[in-house]
């Protein structure tokens, strides 16, 4: 059972460069998230979708997009990279009483 | 609407001293509690979690946490720390309102003072 998996685990971009952040999981759960990680700041909520073809915007969605085919994929696009997208991100996914799964973790530098 | 407030940024104990982080949440209905762990470099990982059973939860690695409804806290402990348990720790909640979408606190890192 592999549960969540992320991939690139890193990856450096240019500034204006645009890439996909893939995520998949095998655990059949309807709700997946896209988090970001920043010093200090704790986990900030990008985009989220309760199932396929739907999504719905986080705390911070701007300059990112998502979509959801398949319950398992869950791909975060950055448009335009931005030096302040350097971040970690998670991806998760949650079963049905809020406990989450997470990936390990994509570590982006944009210079 | 639903809150997490994580008491300290930091706290540092000495090995072998009681763990105390403070996790308090506001939330209208009653709540799921969650205590994650992240190690350096590494993913969140569930530590344990209340779900409205027994109040007192016990998690890996020796931790526990207590839901204290009167006092809207979810405070986790472990009675004697290890080197290894240092690493960040974050309490979320989540409700029914919400969807079951977690709401994060802002972590808090536990330094082990050999």
């Known amino acids: 059972n592999a549960g969540v998996t992320q991939t690139p685990k890193f990856q450096v971009l240019k500034t204006g460069q645009s890439m996909t952040l893939q995520c998949a999981q095998d655990?059949?759960?309807?709700?997946m998230s896209w988090y970001r990680q920043d010093p200090g700041m704790g986990l900030r909520l990008i985009h989220y979708s309760v199932g396929a073809g739907i999504t719905d915007q986080g705390e911070v969605p701007n300059g990112y997009n998502v979509s959801r085919s398949t319950t398992e994929d869950f791909p975060l696009r950055l448009l335009s990279a931005a030096p302040s997208q350097t971040s970690v991100y998670f991806c998760?996914?949650?079963?049905?009483?809020?406990?989450?799964?997470f990936g390990p973790g994509t570590r982006l530098t944009v210079t | 609407a639903q809150s997490v407030t994580q008491l300290g940024s930091h706290v540092s104990v000495s090995e072998g001293a009681l763990v105390l982080l403070r996790c308090n949440y506001s939330?209208?209905?009653?709540?799921?509690l969650f205590w994650y762990v992240q190690y350096p470099n590494q993913g969140l990982q569930l530590l344990l979690k209340y779900t409205s059973a027994a109040t007192l939860v016990k998690g890996i690695n020796g931790f526990e946490a207590e839901f204290k409804k009167s006092e809207t806290s979810f405070h986790l402990t472990k009675p004697s720390a290890h080197m290894s348990d240092a690493a960040e720790y974050f309490c979320a909640v989540s409700d029914r309102n919400s969807n079951y979408q977690l709401i994060w606190g802002a972590g808090t890192k536990l330094i082990i003072k050999p």
């Open positions: 998760a996914s949650t079963n049905g009483v809020g406990e989450q799964y």
């Open positions: 655990m059949n759960h309807e709700y």
């Open positions: 939330s209208s209905v009653p709540p799921y």
